[in-house]
């Protein structure tokens, strides 16, 4: 019986030796086709085989656990965010924050993050918490490390960029409240003093620390490099790396996460955006480094799909990147040609 290999299913049984178009023999006749044995099919171009039909039992779990690796980073995340509140509950007060504490936070969180290469894992159980505020500069200064190591910058240096990254909102303690948590759309005056943010945190964090590099970044995560940001509209030459490299933290997480006026977006759906916005907005160097480091990640991950289906990523479409192939309990979905199916949420 021939079937196109989107039709397959694990279990059917090859009838004849396949092979791709350069006569490479793929896989040999009575092979038991696996999930992995129809993704080899996919990489080799072959649309149709011969195979004895199989109807599959397979189970999909409703829920998984973060493995053992990603559950002993919760700890100092959990850390990290109490921490962060309470620095900035500091700054609320007294308009200034201990600088000792905020290393005492982040050196053991980024000893811990020197060994985790599943970064979405740690990004999925960061998206447990409800408190934006605090958790988003726990994730910015996260990421900020991550892509600052991806660019190649020395320990030193990217520990210095998710320092800077996680204390990119501390301004925010300046801000009002009843603005802050505004649900509705801002008037345009309440609007001018959110961006007011970035100087205040500048000003809070360089009288707290002396640390300049890090204000700057407070100053600069809003600019853009075609010129579009705020408080000055700096343009590309003038902004520093690691406020490029938090800009594009700050925005990924902002993104990715619930808050009082936007529901968190799915996040390779996100993925896609900021790729959109490396042409101008967003810097491209970093913006590339976290897509491509993130993309490999979501390999293996459960999703729910706009169709109500749920499967694991398989594949990366090599066509559409943020389009994967699928594999539900009793088909393959191709993303990159069925358009009108979204991934609607990622899971483990």
């Known amino acids: 019986m021939k079937v196109h290999i989107m039709d397959l299913s694990p279990g059917d049984r090859l009838e004849s030796d396949v092979f791709n178009q350069f006569g490479v023999l793929v896989l040999q006749q009575e092979k038991e086709l696996t999930s992995d044995a129809i993704v080899k099919l996919m990489q080799h171009g072959i649309d149709y ?73 740690l990004l999925l159980m960061l998206n447990d918490s409800d408190n934006y505020t605090y958790n988003h500069s726990m994730q910015v200064g996260m990421l900020s490390y991550y892509i600052a190591s991806w660019l190649g910058y020395p320990k030193e240096e990217a ?90 933290a700050d925005v990924y997480s902002a993104m990715t996460s619930n808050r009082v006026y936007q529901s968190k977006q799915e996040l390779l759906s996100v993925l896609r955006e900021l790729n959109s916005l490396s042409f101008g907005k967003l810097s491209p160097e970093p ?29 990366t479409n090599q066509s559409d990147f943020f389009r994967p192939l699928v594999q539900t309990d009793s088909r393959f979905v191709d993303l990159s040609k069925e358009r009108d199916t979204a991934i609607a949420e990622v899971y483990l």
């Open 49 to 121: 085989v011969d195979v004895v039909p199989f109807t599959p039992q397979v189970q999909i779990p409703v829920a998984q656990s973060f493995s053992e690796s990603v559950q002993k980073v919760k700890p100092y995340f959990d850390n990290a965010v109490d921490g962060f509140e309470s620095i900035f509950l500091e700054a609320l007060t007294t308009g200034a924050f201990e600088d000792k504490q905020v290393d005492e936070l982040l050196e053991p969180m980024v000893e811990q993050l020197v060994v985790q290469k599943d970064v979405v894992s």
């Open 159 to 248: 520990y210095a960029a998710g320092k800077a990254g996680y204390l990119i909102d501390i301004g925010k303690s300046k801000i009002p409240q009843d603005i802050l948590h505004k649900p509705g759309k801002l008037t345009p005056e309440e609007f001018d003093e959110v961006k007011r943010h970035t100087t205040y945190g500048h000003d809070i964090i360089l009288k707290s620390t002396g640390d300049e590099l890090s204000a700057l970044v407070a100053l600069q995560h809003h600019e853009r490099d075609d010129g579009s940001g705020y408080p000055k509209g700096l343009t590309e030459k003038e902004i520093h790396p690691f406020a490029k490299i938090a800009a594009v």
């Open 287 to 315: 913006t590339q480094a976290l897509i491509n480091h993130l993309l490999p990640n979501f390999i293996g991950k459960r999703v729910l799909l706009s169709s109500g289906e749920v499967g694991s990523i398989v594949m």
